[in-house]
Structure formats: C-alpha cells, structure tokens
T-cell receptor, first 109, second 116 residues
Framework: GQNIDQPTEMTATEGAIVQINCTYQ??????LFWYQQHAGEAPTFLSYNVLDGLEEKGRFSSFLSRSKGYSYLLLKELQMKDSASYLC??????????WGAGTKLIIKP | GAVVSQHPSRVICKSGTSVKIECRSL??????MFWYRQFPKQSLMLMAT?????????EQGVEKDKFLINHASLTLSTLTVTSAHPEDSSFYICSARDGSGEETQYFGPGTRLLVL
C-alpha cells in the first residue's frame, strides 16, 4: 500500500531551525512535494524534489533520498508566521499526489 | 504566476439544494484539475481528477452523480454538489496543473460549504 509517515506535531522557537522528516512508500515514484497549509486555508506549494539531494529556496530547503524513501523539510530563521501544517506529498506512478495528515508546526516566541 | 482562484469562498445552503463551485486558473492553462475535500484536522482527500474536454475520473467511494464535475475549458472547472446534505459540509479545494510537463499542483483558496 501507499503510506506516508510524518510527526504529528513539532514545536520550535522563533529564530531557530527545524527539520521535518517524512518517510514514504508509494507505487512508483515521480517526485515529492512539500506544501504549507495554514489553519483554515488551502495548501501552498513550497518545493518539489525529483532527484536525490538538497534543494534550497530561501529559508526553506528540502532533501530527498529516493533509495531510502525519505525526505525532509528544513526551515531556518523561524518566524511566527511559519506556524502551520507541513504536508509531505510523494507522487506515485500515476502522477497522483499521496497525502498524509501532515506535521503541525508550532512556533513559540 | 500559477494563480488559481475559487468561487465562492464560503457558502451556506439548505439541505436538498445544489451548490456550484468554480475553479479557475488565472495565468496558465490547466490541462488537469483536481478536486479535494478536507474535513477538520484530516488530510486532503482526492475526490476526482478532471482533464479538459473529457469526463472526470472519480476516486473510489465518491458518487459521480452527486458530485458533478465539468472541465469545459483550459481555465475553468466546476464542481456541483447536488442535493447537498449536512454530511457534505466540508472544505472543498481545487488544484490545477499545467500541461508543460511540470507536475506541480497549484491550489485554489478553497470553498467552505455548510449545509443546514
């Protein structure tokens, strides 16, 4: 079956760094997306990894290891507005995104 | 770029009525659009995938006669919830993907439906 495993909730301090891990199992693989979803809002696109390695985009970076079925999202210089759920969504062989419940990130002052 | 709009953002209706939700890609042509539903504190659930000019593909358990999807143009898809009931109350979100080979789905802002 298809499966995503992320921590349910994480807490971090404003200005710090946090890493949100994701392991996945899919039928085929066509890349992995990270989305941010604030409470009551729709998801917004953060990153897409299709090859192994680190993709850096400003304060956010995303890493992928296809052989390990593993990805992480790294958030630097945390701001209060980063409090949200972060969704790891791998794409299967049918180019469908597989969604888990995401990781709720709480930022404290 | 890659802006998707949805209308209405919020709707309240009586049980038994039908509600139409529009999803538009504003600055790109969306060959594929997706409709999701999300209940509070739960993950996104894909309802159906629609390709322009063809019938939508519904996920298992989603009634195609209840959730009518029309993707008549490359920038517009509509979801009609027919004979809505209180259990249909949810957050409905569309997303769109262009045909350029990029696989990113861009989401609309969502429509919150409350059926009384």
């Amino acid at each position: 079956g298809q499966n995503i495993d992320q921590p349910t909730e994480m807490t971090a301090t404003e200005g710090a760094i946090v890493q949100i891990n994701c392991t996945y199992q899919t039928s085929g693989f066509n890349g992995l997306f990270w989305y941010q979803q604030h409470a009551g809002e729709a998801p917004t696109f953060l990153s897409y990894n299709v090859l192994d390695g680190l993709e850096e985009k400003g304060r956010f970076s995303s890493f992928l290891s296809r052989s390990k079925g593993y990805s992480y999202l790294l958030l630097k210089e945390l701001q209060m507005k980063d409090s949200a759920s972060y969704l790891c969504a791998p794409m299967d062989s049918n180019y469908q995104l597989i969604w888990g419940a995401g990781t709720k990130l709480i930022i404290k002052p | 770029g890659a802006v998707v709009s949805q209308h209405p953002s919020r709707v309240i209706c009586k049980s038994g009525t039908s509600v139409k939700i529009e999803c538009r890609s504003l600055d790109f042509q969306a060959t594929t659009m997706f409709w999701y539903r999300q209940f509070p504190k739960q993950s996104l659930m894909l309802m159906a995938t629609s390709n322009e000019g063809s019938k939508a593909t519904y996920e298992q358990g989603v009634e195609k006669d209840k959730f009518l999807i029309n993707h008549a143009s490359l920038t517009l898809s509509t979801l009609t919830v027919t004979s809505a009931h209180p259990e249909d109350s949810s957050f409905y979100i569309c997303s769109a993907r262009d045909g350029s080979g990029e696989e990113t789905q861009y989401f609309g802002p969502g429509t919150r439906l409350l059926v009384l």
